[in-house]
């Protein structure tokens, strides 16, 4: 079955950016969408089709997609941006999310 | 506004079944799919299943493949989550998110459902 592999935590400072990665075999070759998960809360989507940002969601937030890997990238990185955040790809009619990545904001 | 409101949490024994609706308001319900995710305390993100709601069509799992079932009520906007002989491991959180596929995501989620499996 495909798998889509994150790290499990990524830390920066606040102003900083942040990059998490999603990586797949030819992963490029789907869209993938992010999603952002405050504890206690349900999933948010931030990014979907690689780089479409959904209403709402800011500016800072963009994304790109190549090869066997995704990535998420958080410029100007808030306080409020500390969460889990997951990855989520299609193949073959099934659907997959990475294994999350915690952010932390230090 | 687009909302989906999901069932309150449910305690069962191992081996039953638990049936999880999830009532959606604000948008045309047969436009937009329906997909199912869950999530074990303290872990990650697990797709369950996907149902196209204007044909029926089903997409599952292949870990949960014969033991859930998804369908809808057209008529109320509402969705249903089935999943069969429970064990301790179906202990978690289940979501429903209205999904239009073609990589444009899961845009609006339930509040989830605590099912917890236990003797």
């Known amino acids: 079955s495909y798998e889509l592999t994150q790290p499990p935590s990524v830390s920066v400072s606040p102003g900083q950016t942040a990059r998490i990665t999603c990586s797949g075999d030819r992963l490029g070759d789907k869209y993938v969408c992010w999603y952002q998960q405050r504890p206690g809360q349900s999933p948010l989507l931030v990014m979907y089709?690689?780089?479409k940002r959904p209403s709402g969601i800011p500016e800072r937030f963009s994304g790109s997609n190549s090869g066997n890997t995704a990535t998420l990238t958080i410029s100007g990185t808030q306080a409020m941006d500390e969460a889990d955040y997951f990855c989520q790809a299609w193949d073959s009619s099934t659907s997959v999310f990475g294994g999350g990545t915690m952010l932390t904001v230090l | 506004q687009v909302q989906l409101v999901q069932s309150g949490a449910e305690v069962k024994n191992p081996g039953a079944s638990v049936k999880v609706s999830c009532k959606t308001f604000?948008?045309?319900?047969?436009?937009?799919?329906i997909s199912w995710v869950r999530q074990a305390p303290g872990q990650g993100l697990e797709w369950m299943g996907w149902?196209?709601?204007?044909?029926?069509?089903?997409n599952y799992a292949r870990s949960l493949q014969g033991r859930v079932t998804l369908t809808t009520e057209t008529s109320t906007s509402t969705a249903y989550m089935e999943l069969s002989s429970l064990t301790s491991d179906d202990t978690a959180v289940y979501y429903c998110?209205?999904?239009?596929?073609?990589?444009?995501?899961?845009?609006?989620w339930g509040q989830g459902t605590l099912v917890t499996v236990s003797s």
């Open positions: 998110a209205r999904d239009q596929s073609s990589g444009w995501g899961l845009d609006t």
């Open positions: 604000g948008y045309s319900f047969t436009r937009y799919g």
């Open positions: 149902m196209n709601t204007y044909n029926g069509d089903t």
């Open positions: 089709q690689d780089i």
